[in-house]
């Protein structure tokens, strides 16, 4: 798959911007599920469709290392300039490395680097192109190197979190003052529903929260990240019940 340069420059006196999208091959959890059959669409389809809803965005690429996903993603709108190795699309690659990858080929190959990078993993389908935007916005208006989306909670490491030892388990943070669920309303859960930095903080962190990281928060209904079969068919249910395709 050719290399093809691509311009990213002013528009109108705003600098331009890149959506990412992160899919390899070989998930475990649910087989192929980046492009399994989601609400009549591949599932990849649905995130590159609220891409297009963005404004000041001129390029979706994908970086993938299948190139069926990748000839999927080239039928809805996405760009593929490269095939991510395949030693960065294992169980165990950190996905930090794929995004210095797609950056850094963006720089040297295509030479040309973003203001600003979208991140827009394909399984929170569930979102609306309005979470989206709120978390460019927080990005835009504040100091933070990294913006995401986060969820309310159920859990707290100092109440119903523990790490279990053969047949013991101890709280993950023994404290001792949290001796009901209704005193940790501010633990929240992070999502898969938008990432927000720049070229710079991804070449220069190892790892999200090396950064400064702020957050916006959306209900858990439009955060479920798909895992699993069961993830998956919760979501299409959701999905189907609220119509939130009417939200792209």
């Given at each position: 798959m050719g290399c093809k340069k691509i311009k990213l420059t002013y528009r109108h006196g705003i600098?331009?911007?890149v959506v990412f999208i992160f899919a390899r091959s070989g998930s475990k959890g649910l087989k192929n599920k980046n492009i399994k059959i989601f609400?009549?669409?591949p599932l990849i389809y649905w995130t590159i469709k609220q891409a297009k809803k963005l404004q000041?965005?001129?390029?979706?690429?994908?970086?993938?290392?299948?190139?069926?996903i990748a000839e999927i993603g080239i039928k809805?709108?996405?760009?593929v300039y490269f095939l991510r190795p395949k030693n960065l699309a294992q169980d165990k690659s950190p996905e930090?490395?794929?995004w210095k990858h797609a950056v850094n080929f963006i720089h040297q190959k295509l030479k040309k680097v973003p203001k600003k990078i979208i991140v827009l993993p394909v399984t929170s389908p569930c979102r609306k192109v309005s979470d989206i935007k709120k978390c460019i916005?927080?990005?835009d208006n504040n100091n933070f190197d990294i913006t995401m989306v986060v969820t309310k909670s159920n859990h707290h490491p100092s109440f119903?979190?523990?790490?279990?030892?053969?047949?013991?388990?101890?709280?993950?943070?023994?404290?001792?003052?949290?001796t009901r669920r209704q005193e940790f309303n501010n633990t929240f859960k992070l999502t898969t529903v938008a990432i927000v930095t720049s070229p710079s903080v991804i070449m220069k962190k190892d790892r999200i929260f090396d950064a400064n990281v702020g957050a916006t928060e959306i209900p858990n209904a439009r955060a479920i990240d798909i895992d699993s079969l069961d993830d998956f068919r919760y979501?299409?249910?959701?999905?189907?019940?609220y119509k939130y395709d009417r939200f792209f």
């Open positions: 600098r331009m911007n609400n009549g669409k000041n965005v001129s390029e979706i690429i994908l970086s993938t290392d299948s190139k069926k809805y709108g996405a760009k930090w490395l794929s916005k927080l990005y119903n979190l523990v790490k279990k030892s053969s047949n013991n388990i101890k709280l993950i943070n023994s404290d001792k003052k949290i979501c299409e249910f959701l999905f189907k019940k």
